[in-house]
């Protein structure tokens, strides 16, 4: 489990607890199913995603995230390559996490 401002490298699956503070920074060696405990109120929140060596990116991220353009699987728009440094950004709303992404910083 990645903690607010908090760095961990990871493969398989992770609980992102953003009751635990908004920014979260992982770093990705394999295909990672991604589990989001809320914040505690509204609010955005954020995970900067590091590609390990593999190039691998996130997968999923379960039906509480609806992505803009309509997807709730995962975000298409990640750039892939070893080192390559993309964000998620989440509003949530009580209910739902909306999602967008950003990156492809080298």
């Known amino acids: 489990k990645a903690t ?13 607890d953003f ?5 979260h920074e992982v770093t990705v060696n394999a295909n990672t199913r991604f589990h989001l405990t809320p914040p505690s109120m509204m609010r955005h929140v954020q995970i ?16 509480m995230v609806r992505w803009a353009g ?4 995962h ?3 990640f750039t892939r ?3 390559i440094v993309n964000f998620a950004n989440f509003f949530w ?3 739902l996490m909306h999602g967008t992404t950003g990156g492809g910083f080298a």
């Open 75 to 77: 975000p298409s728009l």
């Open 93 to 95: 709303d009580g209910a």
């Open 4 to 16: 607010s401002g908090g760095s961990v490298t990871l493969a398989g699956s992770m609980l992102i």
């Open 48 to 63: 900067k995603f590091i590609s390990g060596a593999s190039g691998a990116n996130p997968t999923f991220f379960g039906s």
């Open 70 to 73: 309509g997807s709730a699987m």
């Open 81 to 83: 390559g070893s080192g």
């Open 19 to 23: 009751s635990a503070g908004p920014y």
